[in-house]
């Protein structure tokens, strides 16, 4: 047994509880982890809130789709993208169902090795974020030279999809909040503020014009903006603007309707992040890390959506 973080209703994070939850022994293709930690996602949040849907049958909902930790346990055959998984190995479990949790029996296909240099907290923190950001610039073939415009840079997705396009030699613009400019400018982002007037400002700091934005917040403005500085529409994509894409002719990536889910490109990233790490080429920021049991504060603050890096919760 272990304890797991569930959703034991639809509402906002006070529904969520702490209960003593069953480990199955791994079966073939199966590794059990001891979770040193969980990473917190939007997602995790607006699943249970009811915007997604309220199927009852669901409930109580484990929650969480990626964690970093400890081999305990392995079934026959138990070989992951980077081969066998074996017991003490220090991983990193994603995609997986309910790693809000203190131990977890998953698929091998979804473990494969925690980078070194990354904390387990880090490590907790890189996938769900970086085969999104991965995506983003597979979907608009972000290469040397760009000038790429990245709407919520110090977001999660944000931060990793410019950490990526700068190792591919695009010169990066972000927008974000004026107390995170110092720290993005240590990355090598050029930032600036949302809100009234970005497009002149982002205008100002790209006077040859910008190739590619990448959305993440999904606001009219980031929209808008977009449409109006970069010449080619196929050259824009989103991950949040569910209710604009279509209509704006943009492309729409993930789970939902109308969106690339990019299942494929989303599978062959967590090899790249963990050897771009292994580099030092990719740094996982994490904001602040709970407790198991403070989930619903977790959850709080990533719902607040200006946690200024990952959260992550901690067994
Ligand atoms: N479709 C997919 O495949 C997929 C995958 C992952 C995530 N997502 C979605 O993508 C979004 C971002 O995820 P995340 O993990 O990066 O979230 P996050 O870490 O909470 O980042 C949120 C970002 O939004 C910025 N922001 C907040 N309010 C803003 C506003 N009014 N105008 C402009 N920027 C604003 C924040 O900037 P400051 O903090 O500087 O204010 C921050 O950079 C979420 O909606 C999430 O559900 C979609």
Known sequence: MTDAVLATSY???EVLEVRDVEVPAPRNGQVTIDVRAAGVNPYDYKVYSGMLGSDESRLPMPLGSEVSGVVTAVGADATGPAGLVEVGDEVIGFPVSGGYAGS???PATSVIPK????SFEQAAGLCATGVTAYHLLEATGVGLGDTVLVHGVSGGV?????QLA????????GTAATQRHDTLRDHGIIAVEYGDGLADRVRALAP???DVALDTVGTD???DTSLALVHDHDRIATIAAFGRAEQAGIKLLGNGPGADPGSDIRSRARLVLTALVERGLLRVVVARTFPLAEASAAHEL???GHAGGKVVLVP
Do not use: C, N
Request: aromatic content about 0%; glycine content about 18%.
């Open 11 to 13: 509402g906002g994070p």
């Open 115 to 118: 980078p070194g240099a990354l």
């Open 104 to 106: 977890i029996t998953v």
């Open 221 to 223: 403005e980031a929209v």
């Open 302 to 304: 990533v719902a607040e």
């Open 208 to 210: 040859d014009g910008v």
């Open 166 to 173: 700068i190792e591919r030699g695009a010169k990066v613009i």
């Open 158 to 162: 944000g931060l990793t999809t410019a």
